[in-house]
């Protein structure tokens, strides 16, 4: 699995889930936690901003995973 952070982007550029280069529904979540505990909103419930890209193009799974962790994130964040 490829994932880069610097600051607050992540780059996911390949899973290891099925269709090939997928990220599985457990890894998303994960890195959805991650981002969020992380940069948690602050004391006036200003939510931060984490910029995430995909990068694992085969069969659209870029754009499927993408949805994925946005709607993982929005669920943990509470929005």
Do not use: C, E, I
């Not at 940069?39 to 931060?48: A, E, F, I, T, Y």
């Not at 910029?51 to 709607?71: E, Q, S």
């Amino acid at each position: 699995m490829g994932v880069r952070r610097r600051g607050g982007t992540y780059g996911f550029t390949g899973g290891v889930a099925g269709p090939p280069q997928r990220y599985g529904r457990q890894a998303l979540k994960s890195w959805a936690r991650r981002s969020v505990g992380t940069w948690p909103p602050d004391k006036n419930d200003v939510h931060n901003d984490v910029h995430v890209y995909f990068n694992n193009g085969l069969g659209g799974a870029a754009v499927v995973d993408a949805a994925k962790f946005a709607r993982a994130a929005a669920a943990l964040a509470g929005r």
